[in-house]
T-cell receptor
């Protein structure tokens, strides 16, 4: 079945450590997104990519980095510069056709040790 | 400016009674509107979408929504709530670009 796979489901980060969240899709979508979700705050856009080897900052990019070397993959690195990384992270993708919905993975919950 | 407002942060209904989750939008362009559902520790699942075709849109699990341009609304309804409907619901606006605008969410509680 086509879909988006996020791994791991749970992740723990030590102080000063960088961690990478994986997002893979087999929907043949060009556009991919990373969101952060905190309780009661809805979804906030971290980064998005419209095409391979290109990506743009979203509303809360500080402390995060991404790469888009393959169409299927859009990993997110939470760096030590992100001082409050505890959150639920969601990856999404969509076709580039106008007015189409995004499809979401099942998320990764990141916590601080 | 584009925006989405979900008018209720929490809605509580009894099982078997109707559900109404309210969403208003603001857009300078022809909008597409979506409703998603999110169960705990899960991603968002698309319930239904409006993309300028029929104004009454039917979705999965018995949900439907009506696009009312004059009222700038896109409310989500279901005739009879089920316990499994308890979740968070998001109204989402797309204006054709790559970014989308999410509402803050409405948590639906269903009482037995």
């Amino acid at each position: 079945d086509g879909g988006i796979t996020q791994s791991p489901k749970y992740l723990f980060r030590k102080e000063g450590q960088n961690v990478t969240l994986s997002c893979e899709q087999n929907l043949n979508h060009d556009a991919m997104y990373w969101y952060r979700q905190d309780p009661g705050q809805g979804l906030r856009l971290i980064y998005y990519s419209q095409i391979v080897n290109d990506f743009q900052k979203g509303d809360i990019a500080e402390g995060y980095s991404v790469s888009r070397e393959k169409k299927e993959s859009f990993p997110l690195t939470v760096t030590s510069a992100q001082k409050n990384p505890t959150a639920f992270y969601l990856c999404a993708s969509r076709t580039t056709a106008s007015h189409q919905p995004q499809h979401f993975g099942d998320g990764t919950r990141l916590s601080i040790l | 400016a584009q925006s989405v407002t979900q008018l209720d942060s929490h809605v509580s209904v009894s099982e078997g009674t109707p559900v109404l989750l309210r969403c208003n939008y603001s857009s300078s362009y022809s909008p597409s509107l979506f409703w998603y559902v999110q169960h705990p520790n899960k991603g968002l699942q698309l319930l239904l979408k409006y993309t300028s075709a029929a104004t009454l849109v039917k979705g999965i699990n018995g949900f439907e929504a009506e696009f009312k341009k004059s009222e700038t609304s896109f409310h989500l309804t279901k005739p009879s709530a089920h316990m499994s409907d308890a979740a968070e619901y998001f109204c989402v606006l797309s204006t054709g670009g790559f970014k989308t605008i999410f509402g803050a969410g409405t948590r639906l509680f269903v009482k037995a």
